[in-house]
């Protein structure tokens, strides 16, 4: 067969497979991607690998209010169907969804929780992509369960420690708990004043300061000197009247305060090495991390009833027993 005759043959096959037979890909009936083919799969359904990306850069488990968590596939499984959660300033999740994604008996589901988001079979939570393969094709909607996001406020929310709630307060932009410390931990001493309970509930445990190192709620720690030299600063008073911007306005022998900042100081007086006690209801000591001798003595927070002075100056010895408060790092 001479190159003319060879020519025309194949002219001819093309033409009567493209007339007769709708072919786009003759010749290779055994490729999925030739519509031709009868193992012939359709482009779209091809698309379930897509994926819901989540989009948000803050993370609710630290407490923050994630902004937007938005599906960005168009194309889910061949169905045009998408799915839209936002997490709204007061915590709560809404979520609007379309019709035609589908969660088998196991169903995906969606929590945002205050201390982890984990979501099962589907979620890679390192990359924070949701696969499309965890959803069926159905006319019914996804299921999506959640919690509320819990907003911790300095001055409206409490801290615990110890399974004792504590309330705090916001002064000079620093959180400081409003209650003398009564944790007591395994490291360390501490006492109620004469040993009585009834002490330790009204003006909270006197700790030494290896104890007091260590009473602090998670996420605070004992004032510096030169923190509480701040508030009183904070305060307008100088330090002969500052002390009653702290005070409580009672419980206090002799001169009460006005407890302007709200530090709402009580009076637990203090005990020493031999835990013999002395002033209670008539002045209070707190413990800062501030040493003045090393491995010896600490600066501290000095209030008296006598009069309205304010003194970050005291020293103490680490094995004498005072209050503690502690401030947020």
Known sequence: MNKVKKIQLVLFSAISCV???GCSDFGDRDNPLDPGASNYIAESLTESSSSIKISSSSDVSSGNVTDSI???SSNLLGNSSSLITEVTSSGSVDTVLSSGIDVSSSSQVLESESSSSEISQGINSSSGVLSSSSFGLSSSSVVVSSSSV?????????VSRGGVEYKTVLINEQCWT??????????????CYDNLES????????YDYEAAA???PSGFRLPTQEEMIAMQEYSGADMYDAGKHLKTTTGWTGENGDDFLGFSALPGGRCDEEQTCRNIGATGYWWT???KVKNSNHYTLFLTGDSDS?????????DQYISVRCVKK
Do not use: I, Q
């Open 199 to 206: 002490n330790c509930e009204t003006y909270g445990r006197l």
């Open 214 to 216: 260590l009473a602090c």
């Open 150 to 158: 819990a907003v911790w406020v300095c001055g409206d929310s409490t």
């Open 310 to 318: 304010f003194s970050a100056s005291t020293t103490m010895d680490n």
């Open 70 to 72: 938005v599906s960005s």
């Open 289 to 291: 991390s501030t040493e």
């Open 19 to 21: 007339v007769l037979l």
């Open 178 to 191: 409003k209650e003398n410390m009564k944790y007591e931990p395994s490291t360390g001493t501490t006492m």
